[in-house]
Each structure stands twice: as structure tokens, then as C-alpha cells.
């Protein structure tokens, strides 16, 4: 059974920092994108980062871009999202996943993950 489980949220304020992990279990990820996506209250989910097993290719959304850092350690089959200089539109649950193949047509569609966590709540006061 494919799990992903992701820690390290929490409440922080504006200008902090946070680091995310997403520990997999049930299969092997080394040759799968894996993504990091939000959703706050009242929006659709969105799309952070991801970061390819091709040369850790990574990809950002241009409203995190420079302040978070997305990185994998396949070896412990965990994927880890950095976050320095938060704001408080960096509100929301966050959500790692994978595809269920190792070729996707965009990394940035959540339509393209077959497999979530659960989420993990991270919360920025001004």
C-alpha cells in the first residue's frame, strides 16, 4: 500500500522559516517526480514545487520561487520542502504527492498524482 505522510507544520510568523518532509512508503519513488501543492481555506489547490528524479530537475510557482526550496533524499525515500522569509499568504494546508508513472505530461497539474498525504497544516501570523 503506497503512503505518503508529511510533518513539520505549524504556526510561525511572518519572516520565519519551515521545513516540510514527506516520508514515502510502499513502493520506490527514485524514479518519480514528487510535488509539494497548498490549499488554503476557500481556494483550489495549488501547485508549490516539484522536483524530477532526472537530475533533480525542479520546478517552482512563481509566488514561492527563491524562498522555497524543494529536495529529495532517495535513499530514505523522503521529499522535504524548505521555507524561508514565509508570509501570511503562505497560509494553508500542504500536501506532498506522486504520480503513479514514471513520465508525466506537466509536473505542475495535480492531475498527474495519483497518490497524497494527508497534509500538514502551516499557518503564518502577520
Known amino acids: 500500500q503506497v503512503q505518503l505522510v508529511e510533518s513539520g507544520g505549524g504556526l510561525v510568523q511572518a519572516g520565519g522559516s519551515l521545513r516540510l518532509s514527506c516520508a514515502a512508503s510502499?513502493?520506490?519513488?527514485?524514479?518519480?517526480?514528487m510535488g509539494w501543492f497548498r490549499q488554503a481555506p476557500g481556494k483550489e489547490r495549488e501547485f508549490v514545487a516539484a522536483?524530477?528524479?532526472?537530475?533533480?530537475?525542479?520546478v517552482y510557482a512563481d509566488s514561492v520561487k527563491g524562498r522555497f526550496t524543494i529536495s529529495r533524499a532517495n535513499a530514505e525515500s523522503t521529499l522535504y520542502l524548505t521555507m524561508n522569509s514565509l508570509k501570511p499568504e503562505d497560509t494553508a494546508v500542504y500536501y506532498c504527492?506522486?504520480?503513479?508513472?514514471?513520465?508525466?505530461?506537466?509536473?505542475?497539474?495535480?492531475?498527474?498524482?495519483?497518490?497524497w498525504g494527508q497534509g500538514t497544516q502551516v499557518t503564518v501570523s502577520s
Open positions: 504527492a506522486a504520480p503513479g508513472h514514471e513520465t508525466i505530461a506537466s509536473m505542475r497539474a495535480p492531475d498527474e498524482y495519483d497518490y
Open positions: 522536483i524530477s528524479w532526472i537530475n533533480d530537475f525542479t
Open positions: 510502499g513502493r520506490t519513488f527514485s524514479r518519480r517526480v
